[in-house]
């Protein structure tokens, strides 16, 4: 079935430190992908998604690629902030299901 | 103004009793749903509706009822409370009237819920 696959937690780094998070998916047709973000004490909110081979999503110095022949969706950032502390869930959703499948989610600690 | 809301933020109850938890969304989107957090923070979905009808029902004890009365509203009933029904329950909408899943879905404040 479908899944998500994401790196283990938590995530420790210092401020202005690159970040990358793996995400890898298995899906039996062609999914779209989700980077969603949860501040503590909230709900998730989009941070970026793609929906083709090859597409960037990007949003807030975010960005992650749809990588169809490694299957992934690993997101990166150049320089983390304090307030990216967060958990971050990739998920997907494959083609005609109508919900999303979630990785475990991975925690973010940035120190300053 | 609130896109999605759920009532109430928080819930602590007994076992055995049954409690509802309600979702409002004022997007305008065709599809709504119900996602449980477990501790580790995994999420999973449990209902989905799209325009009243129900599309998604995941394997969910039958305990759990979902309720939509219009569709800008989709409440979680839920019976028999049990103590590994502590969670946070999540309603999401999204747009679109085949309620595929590759549309952006908007995540409420989540529930919290806990059985003692």
């Known amino acids: 079935g479908d899944s998500v696959t994401q790196m283990e937690g938590p995530v420790t780094l210092s401020e202005e430190a690159f970040l990358t998070i793996n995400c890898t998916y298995t899906a039996t047709g062609y999914p779209s992908l989700f980077w969603y973000v949860q501040y503590p004490g909230e709900g998730l909110q989009l941070l970026l998604k793609a929906t083709k081979a090859d597409d960037k999503g990007s949003n807030k110095g975010f960005e992650a690629t749809y990588r169809k022949e490694t299957t992934s969706f690993h997101l990166e950032k150049g320089s983390v902030q304090v307030s990216d502390s967060a958990v971050y869930f990739c998920?997907?959703?494959?083609?005609?299901?109508?919900?999303?499948?979630f990785g475990s989610g991975t925690r973010l600690q940035v120190q300053p | 103004d609130t896109a999605v809301s759920q009532t109430p933020k928080y819930l602590v109850t007994q076992m055995g009793n049954d409690k509802s938890i309600k979702c409002e969304q004022n997007l305008g989107h065709d599809t709504m749903y119900w996602y449980k957090q477990d501790s580790k923070k995994f999420l999973k979905i449990m209902f989905s509706?799209?325009?009243?009808?129900?599309?998604i029902n995941e394997t969910v004890p039958n305990r759990f009822s979902p309720k939509s009365p219009d569709k800008a509203h989709l409440n979680l009933h839920i019976n028999s409370l049990e103590l590994g029904d502590s969670a946070v329950y999540f309603c999401?909408?999204?747009?679109?009237?085949?309620?595929?899943?590759?549309?952006?879905?908007?995540f409420g404040p989540g529930t919290r819920l806990t059985v003692l």
């Open positions: 509706y799209n325009n009243k009808e129900l599309i």
């Open positions: 999401a909408s999204s747009q679109g009237s085949r309620g595929l899943a590759a549309d952006t879905q908007y």
């Open positions: 998920a997907q959703a494959d083609t005609g299901r109508r919900a999303l499948t």
